[in-house]
């Protein structure tokens, strides 16, 4: 209920007058039945702006840090989370994550649309990288078609880090569903898995225009942080040697004056 109401008389009316979402093959979302969206991850109003815009209910499995956040603000947005059918995933991968893609099963199973990114986080640079192969599983085990959605430019509205969105158009592109019963009853092999992975990402890259980097974009994320790290202990450490060498040029008085050729005072009981 507080769903619905949010949608189509507060976030619909707003997000729509505001940012003016336009959208092309949305007659692809069926409009009943089990199916994944899978969506590129450029912004954190991902989650917002596509939902706003599909006429069934979305679940989306969000990063579980959302969820168990302290203090009002955290707890103001773990509601929220909640509250607009959002269920926590948790991407440290191992049971953990297994857990996080069987509540993602049951969505599923009860006939609903499923949202998921397979990047696994949003993108730092704006490029598309490798999915991981949940989504596959996933649309294997159920038996489900997935929907490639592209967004478009919603990483110009909201940046990482910036908590007040940019006020400028933003887009989606709803692919065609992707058939892989092909593959049904071989949800286990991992090469059928990253097969299936590969290829909703592909269509990705095709519907978005993004540049593809056949890497995880957690890895790279956590390069740019180390690189980060890296340059802000060079940067102290190249002050703290500056400071320590105009600490030790700086002359004393006495050696001062002998340096300007005046002779040094003579020691108390000299001859």
């Given at each position: 209920?507080?769903?619905?109401?949010?949608?189509?008389?507060?976030?619909?009316?707003?997000?729509?007058?505001?940012?003016?979402?336009?959208?092309?093959?949305?007659?692809?979302?069926?409009?009943?039945?089990?199916?994944?969206?899978?969506?590129?991850?450029?912004?954190?109003?991902?989650?917002?702006?596509?939902?706003?815009?599909?006429?069934?209910?979305?679940?989306?499995?969000?990063?579980?840090?959302?969820?168990?956040?302290?203090?009002?603000k955290g707890k103001l947005t773990a509601a929220f989370f909640r509250l607009t059918n959002q269920l926590p995933m948790d991407r440290s991968g191992g049971a953990a994550s297994a857990l996080s893609l069987n509540a993602g099963m049951d969505v599923l199973r009860n006939g609903s649309l499923l949202g998921i990114y397979p990047e696994g986080t949003r993108s730092p640079?704006?490029?598309?990288?490798?999915?991981?192969?949940?989504?596959?599983r996933l649309a294997l085990q159920a038996r489900v078609p997935v929907i490639p959605v592209a967004m478009i430019g919603t990483d110009k509205v909201q940046p990482i880090g910036k908590r007040v969105?940019?006020?400028?158009?933003?887009?989606?592109?709803?692919?065609e569903p992707l058939d892989f019963s092909r593959y049904y009853g071989m949800e286990d092999d991992?090469?059928?898995?990253?097969?299936?992975?590969?290829?909703?990402?592909?269509?990705l890259m095709r519907l978005s225009g993004q540049e593809y980097v056949d890497e995880y974009a957690a890895v790279v994320k956590l390069r740019l942080?180390?690189?980060?790290?890296?340059?802000?202990?060079?940067?102290?450490?190249?002050?703290?040697?500056?400071?320590?060498?105009?600490?030790?040029?700086?002359?004393?008085?006495?050696?001062?004056?002998?340096?300007?050729?005046?002779?040094?005072p003579e020691a108390p009981g000299s001859a």
């Open positions: 209920m507080f769903y619905w109401f949010v949608k189509t008389f507060v976030l619909g009316p707003v997000l729509r007058l505001l940012f003016r979402p336009w959208v092309k093959g949305l007659d692809n979302v069926p409009a009943e039945g089990a199916a994944i969206l899978a969506s590129n991850h450029l912004s954190f109003s991902d989650s917002i702006f596509m939902p706003v815009m599909v006429p069934r209910p979305v679940v989306f499995l969000a990063k579980a840090e959302y969820f168990t956040g302290t203090g009002i640079d704006g490029h598309l990288y490798r999915g991981k192969v949940g989504v596959a969105p940019n006020i400028r158009r933003i887009g989606m592109i709803f692919g991992r090469l059928i898995q990253r097969s299936v992975t590969d290829e909703i990402m592909y269509e942080a180390r690189k980060t790290q890296d340059a802000t202990a060079d940067l102290a450490r190249e002050a703290a040697a500056a400071t320590a060498s105009e600490t030790a040029e700086e002359p004393s008085p006495d050696r001062g004056a002998t340096a300007a050729g005046e002779d040094e």
